[in-house]
């Protein structure tokens, strides 16, 4: 028998309390609606959300030809699983190609999940390479990295809170350090075959690749056959003011792992493989249910379509300067609360003197959402349309924050 549905209204906050898993530690705020650079609270409060659901929304909340787009395809079909094709898939397989160069796609669910196809890909090149299994398969990676929760990715990621208590983890990942390009090359043998990173490194606080490194990086896997593959996860789909964020340096990789800001939040991942790799993957290597739905890539459509049609690429360029500068000018006025203001376009890191969550709750209680982030530092991620007024209102509030706290 089952139990009568209950018609006692419970709050969210007791709902989350009594029901949900307790992975996250979350602060007591329940938002319910959107629509911008703002949402709302259940109390009917409004905030300045600059966490855009950490790089998700980057076209805001419920951007009405997002929303169109959105309503239309789920009137039409929205799920074929891979068994079959659909005109939405190849679509965004072509646009996406267009930004990164001859090669193919595969489409998934997540960040996580576009990193193990990346992982894969590498595995799969390793076999080419010593025509034999298991002979070269080792990934460099790079300190403080992060690219995801899966086994693969946690395994890429050398940090001590995401991989405690899931040890044994994949074998054959090494570390070098971020922008020391020897430390790269002295760990390259014969067992090598790819080197993956962060284009910018987010989670561990706003540390970019300089363009120097990168180009170095591309060197060295062109003289010793080794993928360069980058999680643009975070950095990519025009956070910085180019689609992706290798462009700065001029540079092409063999491939790259995108997700986040891709669907403007649907969940959907893609993995770009360049022309020359794209026979790796044959039928049955891989594959993924959900991945690539027509819903999904009608949202991976509508953000590309904004993006273009409203000319976002130039405006992440053109107003990020500014608005770096308001904020460092803070920064300066408060040296005991913050030393520094780093990233590029809208993808930045406020680096603090102390932890964050005393700050994030005073920014939050002002009106401003942001994200933390490792090393003390707080993230601002604006969505790609916020209008200069916003982000001047943001460097108000934090300027409000710091100056409260040093009273
Ligand atoms: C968020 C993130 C991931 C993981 O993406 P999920 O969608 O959470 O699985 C991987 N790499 C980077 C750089 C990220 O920022």
Redo the contacts with the bound molecule.
């Keep these: 028998m089952t139990a009568a549905p209950s018609i006692v209204r419970t709050s969210t906050a007791e709902l989350y309390d009594a029901h949900v898993l307790k992975n996250y530690a979350r602060p007591a705020l329940t938002l319910v609606r959107g629509r911008g650079a703002q949402v709302w609270d259940d109390a009917g409060r409004d905030y300045l959300d600059f966490t855009s659901g ?2 998700v929304s980057a076209l805001g909340h419920c951007h009405p030809h997002w929303v169109a787009a959105m309503q239309r395809q789920a009137a039409e079909l929205i799920h074929t699983s891979n068994l079959f094709r659909h005109p939405n898939q190849g679509e965004l397989a072509r646009r996406l190609v267009g930004y990164a160069g001859p090669g193919r796609v595969f489409f998934c ?7 193990e196809a990346l992982i894969k890909l590498a595995r799969l090149h390793g076999v080419k390479k010593s025509g034999e299994e298991g002979k070269c398969y080792k990934i460099i990676c790079a300190k403080n ?6 086994y693969g ?1 946690m395994s890429a990621t050398p940090q001590e809170k995401i991989q405690k208590g899931f040890r044994p983890l994949v074998p054959g990942f090494a570390f070098g350090e971020l922008n020391n390009l020897e430390s790269f090359a002295s760990q390259i043998d014969d067992q090598t075959t790819a080197i993956f990173f ?1 284009t910018i ?3 561990s606080g706003i540390n970019p690749a300089t363009p120097e490194f990168l180009r170095g990086i591309r060197e060295l896997c062109n003289k010793h056959n080794l993928l360069l593959m980058l ?5 990519g789909i025009g956070r910085t003011g180019r689609f992706y964020a290798f462009e700065h340096a001029g540079i092409t990789p063999d491939a790259i ?1 995108m ?2 800001g891709l669907g403007g939040g649907m ?1 959907i ?1 893609a993995m770009w493989v360049h022309e020359r790799h794209g026979e790796l993957f044959q039928p049955g290597y891989h594959g993924t249910t959900f991945g690539g739905t027509p819903l999904a890539c009608a949202a991976g459509l509508a953000v590309l379509d904004v993006i273009e049609r409203e000319g976002l690429l130039e405006q992440v360029r053109k107003n990020s300067g500014p608005w770096i500068a308001a904020l460092q000018k803070v920064a300066a006025e408060f040296p005991q609360h913050a030393t520094g203001v780093r990233g590029v376009g809208y993808l930045l890191g406020v680096q603090l003197t102390s932890d964050p969550a005393p700050y994030l709750a005073a920014l939050r209680e002002a009106g401003l959402l942001a994200v933390g982030a490792g090393g003390n530092v707080v993230r601002l991620l604006p969505p790609l349309n916020v209008t200069p007024a916003e982000l001047a209102r943001s460097v108000e509030i934090v300027r409000s924050v710091f100056a409260a706290k040093t009273a």
């Design positions: 950490i790089a669910n997540s960040g996580a999940e576009a990193n990295a992060f690219h995801g929760r899966t990715g962060e490194q987010g989670e999680d643009e996860v975070q950095c792992g997700a986040k969940p991942g």
